[in-house]
């Protein structure tokens, strides 16, 4: 079947960025700094990973009273724990073969805004990105269709021609909600079972699966 994509949104962590370990010890640090208890499995962790902390900390009946602080305590603690993130395999090569392609591209993370372009100039992915859109006050995150139509509409592309592409529930209803196709991807931080229930378009197993969507 063709398809008539010409903007690939992506997720950052658990799709482009293996940073499971950076999360989790930026968290662990940061609560400990603040004298909160942290005893929460790694493995339990990763498959919260994705949600809004505020979702996570409630999930795991973790009390953080200033939630402000936390933030600005955790970001210094997770660039200082940046040795423990990588790319996936192949992600530069298909991001450079979607631009060539012409292909529109963007980023939606529930990172902040100045977070997540500090992690794609890390990573030195910046010239690929036409926008980045990370999580900005008085616009609501994944699920919710509003970061992804803005970026649609700065963008100027159909969202019915953009596929969102990600490994959590929260991308797959954040496209469903938008109207645009989407794509789950078995290496990151979800199961095969949680993304088939979600039934996205697409389950890819290696990034570079999306060229030849």
């Not at 859109?133 to 969202?159: F, N, Y």
Request: proline share 2%; charged share 25%; hydrophobic share 40%.
């Amino acid at each position: 079947m063709e398809h008539n994509l010409n903007h690939f949104c992506f997720d950052l962590d658990g799709t482009l960025v293996d940073s499971n370990q950076t999360i989790y010890k930026a968290t662990a640090f940061t609560l400990n700094e603040l004298g909160i208890s942290f005893n929460v499995n790694e493995n339990d962790f990763a498959l919260m990973i994705g949600k809004h902390f505020v979702d996570i900390f409630a999930a795991f009946n973790i009390n953080v009273k200033d939630f402000d602080e936390f933030i600005k305590i955790y970001k210094e603690n997770y660039f200082a724990q940046m040795k423990y993130s990588h790319l996936y395999p192949d992600v530069k090569e298909t991001l450079f073969n979607l631009k060539n392609n012409g292909s529109k591209i963007s980023l939606l993370t529930t990172k902040v805004q100045d977070q997540a372009e500090r992690i794609i100039d890390h990573f030195e992915l910046g010239e690929y990105f036409n926008l980045v859109m990370g999580r900005r006050e008085g616009i609501a995150h994944k699920p919710s269709a509003e970061p992804l139509l803005m970026i649609c509409k700065e963008l100027k592309v159909d969202v019915k021609n953009t596929l969102m592409i990600g490994d959590t529930e929260l991308d797959i209803r954040c496209g469903k909600n938008a109207g645009s196709k989407t794509c789950g991807v078995l290496y990151g931080y979800r199961t095969k079972e949680l993304l088939e229930i979600e039934q996205p378009d697409f389950i890819i197993s290696s990034v570079k699966e999306i060229l030849s969507l």
